[in-house]
């Protein structure tokens, strides 16, 4: 028998657990690839490459696990719903919500990963300039005197006058 021996028994242990499909429904479930490896017996790594060397097989990987967020953050709001209103129940229920959060993070970040959030920068300067040139053109302003005791002078720093010349004491 030469070849792939792991290989040929852990596709074989997929067949007999239902195929693909029922490895799917196991990562949409919230079940980690690393958990599924160790119930075949094989490494994370190993059974990782199986899983997604087709192209059809690693589009439905990604689906199962935009699921299986979904399914995260459904919990976490069962779990907020459900939080006692004791300090200690409400740092459990944040902690458990938090953890929750992070790892539909992870499984589906276009949904609820950083990337889905809004990354916009807003700039208020011309807006305000614009309104306080029209609270000015409304109002008259005038400018305040110069307080008492500044120099109001402006200083000559012409290259003629700070040169002295030869004839100059």
Same mark, same amino acid.
């Given at each position: 028998?030469?070849?792939?021996?792991v290989?040929?028994?852990?596709?074989?242990a997929?067949?007999?657990?239902?195929?693909?499909?029922? %490895?799917?429904?196991?990562?949409?479930?919230?079940?980690? %690839?690393?958990?599924?490896?160790?119930?075949?017996? %094989?490494?994370?790594?190993?059974? +990782?490459?199986?899983?997604?060397?087709?192209?059809?097989?690693?589009?439905?990987?990604?689906?199962?696990?935009?699921?299986?967020?979904?399914?995260?953050?459904?919990?976490?709001?069962e779990?907020?719903?459900?939080?006692?209103?004791?300090?200690?129940?409400?740092?459990?229920?944040?902690?458990?919500?938090?953890?929750?959060?992070?790892?539909?993070?992870?499984?589906?970040?276009?949904?609820?990963?950083?990337?889905?959030?809004?990354? +916009?920068?807003?700039?208020?300067?011309?807006?305000?300039?614009?309104?306080?040139?029209?609270?000015? +053109?409304?109002?008259?302003?005038?400018?305040?005197?110069?307080?008492?005791? %500044?120099?109001?002078?402006?200083?000559?720093?012409?290259?003629?006058?700070?040169?002295?010349?030869?004839?100059?004491?």
């Amino acid at each position: 028998m030469s070849g792939r021996p792991v290989r040929r028994r852990v596709l074989l242990a997929v067949q007999r657990a239902g195929g693909w499909p029922a %490895v799917l429904d196991r990562i949409a479930d919230g079940e980690t %690839v690393t958990m599924i490896a160790r119930g075949f017996d %094989v490494s994370r790594s190993f059974f +990782a490459r199986l899983l997604h060397e087709d192209r059809d097989r690693h589009e439905l990987v990604r689906r199962a696990r935009e699921e299986a967020a979904d399914a995260l953050i459904d919990e976490a709001l069962e779990i907020a719903d459900s939080a006692t209103a004791t300090p200690d129940g409400l740092d459990r229920a944040r902690l458990r919500i938090r953890s929750r959060l992070w790892e539909a993070a992870r499984l589906g970040p276009a949904r609820y990963g950083r990337a889905a959030r809004a990354r +916009a920068q807003l700039s208020a300067g011309p807006a305000h300039l614009a309104a306080l040139r029209a609270q000015a +053109a409304t109002q008259d302003w005038k400018l305040a005197a110069p307080s008492v005791g %500044v120099d109001t002078r402006v200083a000559d720093h012409s290259p003629s006058r700070t040169r002295r010349s030869a004839e100059d004491p």
